[in-house]
């Protein structure tokens, strides 16, 4: 018989979470989902008011805090998403993630948005984390850059050895 996966999900005390009917974070089978979260404190203030960098050390402090309750740190992030509202604003958010993610090194992405429900946000972030993550190690590969910049990994054909679920989908 195969056991059903639990999933947990954790509120905290966002007005945003009750109007909108969400969760903070869900956890789903060794999966942990973070929503959204802009650089909030509890009174409404926008911590780094008009800092790029400093409000994207605050969002994702707050995020990497709703891992927390998992049993989870940053060592377990394995995806960010970073969203802004001005392109000019990308080195220092991408700071900001190097200095927390720089030795995880999780897939990221950052993409400019038209704006947030709150016009002194500067940007919103989520991550995603894996509950099996405790050791972690970076392959690189030497290979052509596409024309968005992303290597592109050699991988084996199906029916070749090392080929997988990865190798199939090629």
């Given at each position: 018989?195969?056991?059903?996966?639990?999933?947990?999900?954790t509120?905290?005390?966002?007005?945003?979470?009750?109007?909108?009917g969400?969760?903070?974070?869900?956890?789903?089978?060794?999966?942990?989902?973070?929503?959204?979260?802009?650089?909030?404190?509890?009174?409404?203030?926008?911590?780094?008011?008009?800092?790029?960098?400093?409000?994207?050390?605050?969002?994702?402090?707050?995020?990497?805090?709703?891992?927390?309750?998992f049993?989870?740190?940053?060592?377990?992030?394995?995806?960010t998403?970073?969203?802004?509202?001005?392109?000019?604003?990308?080195?220092?958010?991408?700071?900001?993630?190097?200095?927390l993610?720089?030795?995880?090194?999780?897939?990221?992405?950052?993409?400019?948005?038209?704006?947030?429900?709150?016009?002194?946000?500067?940007?919103?972030?989520?991550?995603?984390?894996y509950?099996?993550?405790?050791?972690?190690?970076s392959?690189?590969?030497?290979?052509?850059?596409?024309?968005?910049?992303?290597?592109?990994?050699?991988?084996?054909?199906?029916?070749?050895?090392?080929?997988?679920e990865?190798?199939?989908?090629?």
């Amino acid at each position: 018989m195969t056991e059903t996966p639990t999933v947990r999900r954790t509120q905290t005390s966002s007005p945003w979470e009750e109007a909108i009917g969400s969760a903070r974070a869900v956890a789903a089978g060794d999966r942990v989902i973070v929503a959204g979260i802009m650089p909030a404190t509890a009174g409404g203030a926008v911590p780094g008011d008009g800092e790029p960098y400093q409000q994207t050390l605050s969002a994702f402090r707050s995020a990497l805090g709703a891992l927390e309750p998992f049993g989870l740190d940053a060592r377990s992030v394995i995806r960010t998403r970073m969203y802004l509202s001005h392109a000019r604003d990308g080195d220092e958010v991408g700071r900001a993630h190097r200095e927390l993610f720089g030795d995880v090194r999780p897939a990221a992405t950052m993409v400019v948005v038209a704006g947030f429900v709150d016009s002194r946000v500067l940007v919103e972030v989520e991550i995603e984390a894996y509950q099996g993550a405790v050791a972690s190690e970076s392959i690189r590969t030497e290979s052509a850059e596409s024309d968005s910049g992303a290597s592109e990994a050699a991988v084996p054909a199906a029916g070749e050895s090392g080929a997988g679920e990865l190798g199939a989908a090629r």
